[in-house]
């Protein structure tokens, strides 16, 4: 089965820096891409930000580039997304999630992790 | 960049049929998927490339996708069916795009 555990989310001043994790187990992670997803309180579904499945690539959302770093380390099956320069509009639910090689949606998801910003 | 429209609300009787829209220029060249999402919970795929679904996904979930509009179709809608839908594509200049989610309420 697979599973997706996000970690890391906490209360952060604005300007202040934040490392969320996601274990995954249950399925081969070097064999996918992985994106990080949020979500803010009452709103609908935004992407963040993606990485290949050997962490050569990666792309984000305009609204994070230059301020999120994502990355992961296959020894460990995990994914990482570094979150600088934080802003008050970052609060959200941050979810990990695996996109299906046969569906070409996204078939897996963690549960999040909640990342507040606020003075 | 590209966008998805989808209606914020919308209601349906218990047993009724709901049809849930997206809206995107030429959305039908596209491989449309749709999520449902419980309070508190993840996504979850119940459609996938506009009219598949996952195993374990009931067959009264149906899409279809063509022109300017993706429609999610639930029949025989059950309570259990209240959640928000969210629909989703790719896009080649930012990569993945999300609906605002259309919230179901089965009255």
């Known amino acids: 089965e697979v599973q997706l555990v996000e970690s890391g989310g906490v209360v952060v001043q604005p300007g202040g820096s934040l490392r969320l994790s996601c274990a995954a187990s249950g399925f081969t992670f070097d064999d996918y891409a992985m994106h990080w997803v949020r979500q803010a309180p009452g709103k609908g579904l935004e992407w963040v930000s993606l990485?290949?499945?050997?962490?050569?690539?990666?792309y984000y959302a305009d609204s994070v580039k230059g301020r999120f770093t994502i990355s992961r380390d296959n020894s460990k099956n995990s994914l990482y997304l570094q979150m600088n320069s934080l802003r008050v509009e970052d609060s959200a639910l941050y979810f990990c999630?695996?996109?299906?090689?046969?569906?070409?949606?996204?078939?897996?998801w963690g549960h999040g992790t909640l990342v507040t910003v606020t003075s | 960049s590209y966008e998805l429209t989808q209606p914020l609300s919308m209601s349906v009787a218990l047993g009724q049929t709901a049809r849930i829209t997206c809206g995107g220029n030429n959305i039908g060249s596209r491989n449309l998927h749709w999520y449902q999402q419980k309070p508190g919970q993840a996504p979850v795929l119940v459609i996938y490339k506009d009219t598949k679904r996952p195993s374990g996904i009931p067959e009264r979930f149906s899409g279809s996708n063509s022109g300017n509009t993706a429609t999610l179709t639930i029949s025989r809608a059950q309570a259990g069916d209240e959640a928000d839908y969210h629909c989703?594509?790719?896009?080649?200049?930012?990569?993945?795009?999300f609906g605002g989610g259309t919230k179901l309420t089965v009255l």
């Open positions: 999630a695996k996109v299906s090689s046969v569906a070409g949606g996204f078939d897996s």
């Open positions: 989703q594509v790719w896009d080649n200049s930012t990569f993945v795009v």
């Open positions: 990485i290949s499945w050997d962490g050569d690539i990666t």
